[in-house]
């Protein structure tokens, strides 16, 4: 509290909701999910799993993971060491599959090692989208119920209409309002994310 009793907004850290139920299956990802849930007609006990930021790689791979008793290396081709990559590859088997996460594709990695290069490049790959409209919904909801947020039909769709068509937007646009809201004592409204989106996104409304 400050001294004149007001409540000061604390930037929380929030964990992401992983579980079966939070996983939204829309046209952005219906292929990805079908090759995934059958790992043993793979031509390979391996696979990479490719798509943007926030497109769900990282929640997919953790339901592949449980289900399939998986070993999954998230943001591959993100300072991962490519000897451990290298290992994992030839470690794979059918009994314990091997799942790849990455934003890019292999050729764009950069890892410098000719052998995981070759082998990369024979891996299956399946691609995520980005969101459509009924997945930026879900991804939505997601992300206020993470907070404990409950905001009127209204407010969702005023927001969805008008932010970037990301899901590093949606989060960002949820973990601001959450802060403003807190900060000014103010219910989510349509008025209070109108103010929001004009102030921090630059957004003309």
Not at 10 to 28: H, T, V
């Amino acid at each position: 509290m400050t001294p004149d009793g007001e409540q000061i907004a604390l930037p929380l850290a929030y964990a992401p909701r992983l579980g079966e139920a939070d996983f939204f299956i829309s046209d952005a990802n219906r292929e990805a999910v079908a090759w995934l849930a059958e790992p043993r007609r793979w031509p390979m006990p391996r696979t990479l799993l490719v798509g943007p930021e926030g497109s769900g790689k990282t929640h997919l791979a953790a339901l592949f993971a449980a289900r399939h008793a998986a070993t999954v290396v998230d943001d591959a081709d993100i300072g991962t060491d490519p000897e451990m990559l290298f290992h994992a590859w030839n470690a794979a088997t059918p009994a314990r599959p091997l799942l790849l996460t990455a934003r890019a594709v292999p050729r764009d990695w950069g890892h410098g090692l000719p052998d995981l290069a070759s082998r990369l490049g024979a891996t299956p790959l399946v691609r995520l989208g980005q969101p459509d409209d009924a997945l930026l919904a879900a991804l939505l909801d997601n992300n206020l119920a993470a907070r404990g947020l409950r905001v009127p039909p209204e407010v969702s769709a005023y927001i969805l209409t008008r932010l970037e068509r990301s899901a590093a937007a949606v989060r960002a646009a949820v973990a601001a309002l959450d802060v403003l809201s807190l900060a000014e004592r103010r219910a989510i409204t349509v008025p209070l994310a109108r103010e929001l989106l004009e102030a921090q996104f630059s957004l003309e409304l």
